[in-house]
Nanobody, 123 residues
Framework: EVQLVESGGGLVQAGGSLRLSCAASGFTFDDYAIGWFRQAPGKEREGVSCISSSDGSTYYADSVKGRFTISSDNAKNTVYLQMNSPKPEDTAVYYC????????????????WGQGTQVTVSS
């Protein structure tokens, strides 16, 4: 059974830091890219960052470049999203997802999704 389980969400002050984790199981991790997406109330889900498990290539949305860092521990089948200097506008439910067919922010690329974890950034 494929599972993507997010953890690490919570309440953080603007300018602080938070690390999200995405633990994957049930598929060949090295064959997939793992992406982080977020959805704020009343807004569409958007791509935040993603990483190729095979070669480490990454993508970042312009809104998080220089503040968020994505990394992968292939031995643990886990991808992390380090959120530094978060802003109130980063408040959203964060989802991780797995894509076999490519790397990028398009939702249509992704085959499997986690249930999400809430991140709230206070000002």
């Amino acid at each position: 059974e494929v599972q993507l389980v997010e953890s690490g969400g919570g309440l953080v002050q603007a300018g602080g830091s938070l690390r999200l984790s995405c633990a994957a199981s049930g598929f060949t991790f090295d064959d997939y890219a793992i992406g982080w997406f977020r959805q704020a109330p009343g807004k569409e889900r958007e791509g935040v960052s993603c990483i190729s498990s095979s070669d480490g290539s990454t993508y970042y949305a312009d809104s998080v470049k220089g503040r968020f860092t994505i990394s992968s521990d292939n031995a643990k089948n886990t991808v992390y999203l380090q959120m530094n200097s978060p802003k109130p506008e980063d408040t959203a439910v964060y989802y991780c997802a797995a894509a076999r067919g490519g790397l990028g922010p398009l939702l249509e690329l992704y085959d499997y999704w986690g249930q999400g974890t809430q991140v709230t950034v206070s000002s």
